[in-house]
């Protein structure tokens, strides 16, 4: 039974470089989420999606980071440019419907610029 | 404000029960989360609760609200090593809705 599968595991890059984070949602699930995780603000839901349509992304830093949900198996995460301050776990997760049901998250990709 | 919180870290020995507490924000939540984090993972839901409930137990868990003090507490009994993790309670914000804020998490360490 596949849960939410995330790539990479880790990416390592330079400032300035643009960044893709990728997920796979369980298959059948119509809600995505992507939060950020750092020790200073903790974890921060940045945008959702509810079948593949943004919902709500009152939480995205500013306009270097975009989301896009192309179809309902397959979502990014784009930083361009990268900042340092972008460093941190990126986490997505996924539910089918109604929000009593848990959130199934991934397990994160870490995040480092350099 | 949208600020959930909760202790940093907590120590308790093996067989001892733990308590972990969380302040929330949002009166309009309808239903309230613990989530545990192990090292390395994401996060996985471990109970909810329901807004007019006061208690919830499932196995080793137990949950109680006071929803007056916008107070949520997690008691786990015979804590076990395996315990460890990072625990996070979370609400729903603005009620009906699938937006879940998260508090910062508390670290529980379990002692041999």
């Known amino acids: 039974d596949a849960g939410v599968i995330q790539s990479p595991r880790h990416e390592v890059t330079e400032m300035g470089q643009e960044v893709t984070l990728r997920c796979k949602p369980i298959s059948g699930h119509d809600y995505l989420f992507w939060y950020r995780q750092t020790m200073m603000r903790g974890l921060e839901l940045l945008i959702y999606?509810?079948?593949?349509?943004?919902?709500?992304d009152s939480g995205m830093p500013e306009d270097r980071f975009s989301a896009k949900m192309p179809n309902a198996s397959f979502s990014t995460l784009k930083i361009q440019p990268s900042e340092p301050r972008d460093s941190a776990v990126y986490f997505c997760?996924?539910?089918?419907?109604?929000?009593?049901?848990?959130?199934?998250f991934g397990d994160g990709t870490r995040l480092s610029i350099l | 404000g949208e600020d959930v919180e909760q202790s940093l870290f907590l120590s308790v020995r093996e067989g001892d029960s733990s308590v972990i507490n969380c302040t929330y924000t949002d009166s309009s939540s309808t239903y309230l989360y613990w989530y545990k984090q192990e090292p390395g993972a994401g996060l996985q839901l471990l109970t909810y609760i329901f807004s007019n409930m006061d208690m919830k137990q499932d196995q080793r868990l137990t949950v109680l609200l006071n929803k007056k003090d916008k107070h949520l507490s997690l008691r786990i009994a015979d804590t076990q090593t395996g315990d460890s993790a990072i625990y996070f309670c979370?609400?729903?914000?603005?009620?009906?809705?699938?937006?879940?804020?998260f508090g910062t998490g508390t670290l529980l360490a379990v002692q041999p």
């Open positions: 997760a996924s539910s089918l419907g109604h929000y009593l049901v848990p959130q199934h």
């Open positions: 979370a609400e729903n914000y603005g009620g009906a809705t699938n937006k879940l804020i």
């Open positions: 999606f509810n079948n593949n349509v943004p919902i709500d």
